[in-house]
């Protein structure tokens, strides 16, 4: 069972230089400021975000998963999601589609010992601004490189259904596994696809395997759920 994430010396050193980086007198190399960045990343840092990773986690290893390539849709910081997948599971790239611009200079702060640029880090990390609603990834993977064995989207509540994604990506993904979460929480203005169960969100997706479904009250007291399947 994976119950916590491993804090190394490396992540200590990474996650230092994000909150310096939101920090009020900070000014970044490109001339921007990120201090009102920092309640998204107070929001990204919680006890149930920890908790809705460590889940996916848990169930790949349990359903014993080999995986190798990752993409990450809407994956935000990718501040917990990255560590763990490449820490315990030993995947070797992970590739994070995300459409907030904000978001981008302070993920790669957040993996910077990961992240895929010439000459720095271990090459196992990439952030792309991408709608994936509306914009193919595809199109952003290397020419003869291998497709995703597995695309996670934690925040389908915040998208369209996912039948849309694979139909936008037909031809380009191959046959990945994917694991979706969701929630019934609609409160927030920006839960614009919330569903009332696993069911539920296996039907959004079109799924024609299905290898887990389950739920899960997280510490916040919202309810998630989570579908593996193709």
């Given at each position: 069972m994976?119950?916590?994430?491993?804090?190394?010396?490396?992540?200590?050193?990474?996650?230092?230089?994000v909150q310096t980086s939101i920090s009020h007198h900070h000014v970044s190399a490109h001339?921007?400021?990120?201090?009102?960045?920092?309640k998204r990343v107070e929001d990204a840092s919680t006890h149930s975000?920890?908790?809705?990773?460590?889940?996916?986690?848990?169930?790949v290893i349990k359903l014993n998963i080999n995986i190798d390539r990752v993409a990450i849709l809407a994956?935000?910081?990718a501040n917990f999601i990255v560590p763990l997948l490449i820490d315990e599971l030993g995947v070797s790239f992970i590739h994070n589609f995300e459409i907030d611009r904000?978001?981008?200079?302070?993920?790669?702060?957040?993996?910077?010992?990961?992240?895929?640029?010439?000459?720095?880090?271990?090459?196992?990390y990439k952030c792309d601004i991408v709608d994936v609603m509306f914009d193919p990834i595809g199109k952003y993977m290397k020419m003869g490189h291998p497709n995703f064995d597995l695309i996670?989207?934690?925040?389908?509540?915040?998208?369209?259904?996912?039948r849309n994604f694979t139909k936008l990506n037909k031809g380009f993904l191959g046959n990945p596994l994917y694991v979706l979460q969701s929630t019934d929480e609609d409160k927030y203005d920006d839960h614009i696809n919330c569903v009332s169960g696993p069911e539920d969100?296996?039907?959004?997706?079109?799924?024609?395997?299905?290898?887990?479904s389950g739920t899960k009250e997280l510490?916040?007291?919202?309810?998630?759920?989570?579908?593996?399947?193709?």
């Open positions: 994976v119950d916590y994430i491993k804090f190394t010396p490396e992540l200590a050193n990474d996650w230092k230089s001339g921007w400021y990120y201090k009102h960045c920092a975000q920890l908790e809705s990773k460590l889940w996916i986690i848990e169930e994956g935000w910081y904000d978001v981008q200079y302070l993920s790669y702060k957040f993996n910077n010992r990961y992240k895929s640029q010439s000459g720095m880090g271990l090459g196992k996670i989207n934690t925040s389908c509540e915040h998208m369209f259904p996912m969100l296996i039907q959004q997706s079109d799924f024609t395997e299905v290898i887990y510490n916040n007291g919202m309810k998630r759920f989570m579908v593996i399947g193709r």
